[in-house]
Each structure stands twice: as C-alpha cells, then as structure tokens.
C-alpha cells in the first residue's frame, strides 16, 4: 500500500494535485504516525477538481502492474471511488470474488463534492445520488432492495453509461458554486451518514505528517475530522472491536496475484460464500 501510496504522491506532486488522508488513514497519521496496528486498508481524499485531473494524469502515468479501477474502467465494475491496485497481489472484496475485475491489494481516493446549504436541495440531490447509484449497483450485482430494483429500472430504461453520467451530474452539480461544506456525495451510505461533511476550510491548506517512513498530506483541520468521525478520536478501541470492520469481508494476500484465487475454495470459505 505505501509503495502505491508514493506512486500517487508522484502524480500529485508534479501536477499540483491537492490530496488528503481521511478516516482511519488520517487517523493512524495523528494517533500513529502511520498504519493504525490493526488497519488494513489506506484511504485518501480529494476534493472533485483535483479527483478528476488525477484520473487524467494518472491514465498515462500509473503503470503496470499497478492497476487505475475507477466506476466505470473494469467490465463495468461500479464505485463511487477510485481505487489504484498491485495486480501481483490479493485483496478480494466479498461482493466482487465472482466477478471479472482486478482484485488486487488497492488504496481507496474518495471525491469530495459541494453541497448546498439548503436543506431540500441536499436531500433531492443525496436521492437522486442514492437511487442512481443503488441501481446501477443493482444492475451489477443484482437487486437486494425496493430502491435498487426501483434503480435498477431506471437503468435499464436509460443504458447504463447514460445513467453512470447522469450519476456524476448530479453529484457534481454544486461544484464551482459557493457552498460552504464538502461531502462523498458519490458514496450515498456517507453521504447519508454525514460522518464526512466538513466545511471546505478544513481540507484547503497542505499540512504533512508523519506516516509510516513517508510524510503525507492530512487535512489541516484534521483534529476537527477526526472528532466529527470517530468521537474521542485519542482513546483506543476495545480489543475485541479493533479490525473487525473488514473480517471475512476482504481476503488479502500480498504474496499471491489475486487471478490465482479464481473460484478458491479457501477464499469462498473465508468470505463464508457459496
């Protein structure tokens, strides 16, 4: 994760994309100076212009084997992040193991878009963001839900790539407008949730800190996030409760190209699939 961490922070550093730490990466930063002990995974931000340059840039400079998955690269594979993966190694989200995608050990860049102030605006666009984005999910995966089958028609009846960019419309629709706050407005659970609303201020200005061998970017009002995320952001969790949250949810292995994990007895036992 690191070394693809450093492959990203080039792409930044020699085009003048802004980025972040956000969630349990900003807060091992902060509690750590790196990986939280029992942390798996690494989690950046950007705000959506400098997301999208990064995407561009990133195309031509991120080689192989290091994989850009973004929503829409990789058999159709939808997310409402973006995703650079190791394709020499192994990280196999439950719900992707019986589909065609790179599973590969990855680092997670969430876009941060504008939201409006105004309450009603918020919640048509966190409906439209959640239903859109529910269907074209359901049309991946299959539906599970009143909304994603309601969604997923909605899919159909549009084609697919019309509805994944009418998706990102609407979740950039206030960008370049004077809105106070920023959320993950392509990632409808927190949206929902507001655990990543913050005032635009807050992730504005670079501040570096320690992570591991490496410095990187944190938001600087990152005390103010993480207090907004995790409470009592300083005291650590019961031991029973520290890295539960991907336990039989992810199967890594970063030794084994996750292609030789297709139809894996031990990975459809770990992930308890059928």
């Known amino acids: 994760m690191l070394d693809i961490f450093e492959c990203i922070t080039s792409v930044c550093e020699r085009h003048d ?6 969630s349990g ?10 990986f939280i002990p029992w942390d798996d995974d690494m989690d950046l931000g950007m705000l959506r212009d400098d997301y999208n340059r990064f995407i561009q840039y990133a195309r031509d ?28 190694t192994t990280a196999i989200i439950k719900n992707d193991f019986y589909k065609e995608c790179n599973n590969g050990i990855y680092v997670e860049i969430y876009p941060f878009d504008n939201v409006p102030s105004n309450v009603i605006k918020a919640k048509v666009q966190a409906f439209l963001s959640h239903l859109l984005y529910h269907g074209l999910l359901a049309d ?6 009143k909304m994603q089958y309601v969604g997923r028609g909605l899919v159909r009846m549009i084609g697919i790539r019309k509805a994944y960019q009418l998706w990102q419309g609407v979740c950039q629709r206030y960008n370049g407008r004077n809105c106070r706050d920023v959320d993950t407005v392509a990632l409808p659970r927190w949206y929902a949730e507001g655990i990543y609303r913050m005032p635009r201020e807050w992730v504005s200005q670079k501040r570096m800190a320690s992570f591991e061998y490496l410095t990187a970017c944190i938001p600087n009002e990152a005390e103010r996030m993480l207090k907004l ?6 005291a650590l969790p019961p031991k029973e409760k520290r890295g539960a949250e991907h336990e039989h949810q ?13 139809n894996s007895d031990t990975v459809k036992k770990y992930l308890d699939l059928k």
């Open 17 to 22: 994309i802004r980025y972040f730490l956000i």
């Open 25 to 34: 990466s900003a807060l091992g930063a902060v509690r750590h100076k790196g």
């Open 61 to 88: 400079e991120i080689k192989e084997p290091l994989f850009l998955q973004d929503g829409f690269n990789d058999g159709n594979h939808i997310c409402g992040l973006l995703r650079i993966r190791d394709s020499r």
């Open 140 to 145: 991946y995966y299959g539906p599970a839900s």
């Open 229 to 234: 995320q995790f409470g009592d952001y300083m």
């Open 250 to 262: 992810v199967y890594f292995d970063p030794d084994t190209p996750y292609t030789s994990y297709r």
